[in-house]
């Protein structure tokens, strides 16, 4: 994963007609609402292992 994942859709007025900038790498431009914007994909969450494969919820317990 490179972070060149396109996106499909302008994040703040949601047009489709989006067109990469000169800005560089992860970053776009929306021809519809004229905003430039920036991508950068952050890392894996680590989310989605909190819970063993055994069932056993490792979340905190409130009860202590
Ligand atoms: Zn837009």
Do not use: I, V
């Amino acid at each position: 994963m490179s972070g060149r994942a396109a996106p499909f859709y302008c994040p703040y007025c949601g047009d489709e007609d989006l067109r990469p900038s000169e800005e560089g790498h992860g970053s776009w431009e929306c021809a519809a609402c004229n905003r430039a914007f920036k991508l950068s994909f952050l890392g894996l969450l680590a989310r989605g292992l909190q819970r063993g494969e055994d069932g056993t919820a490792r979340e905190g317990n409130p009860k202590s």
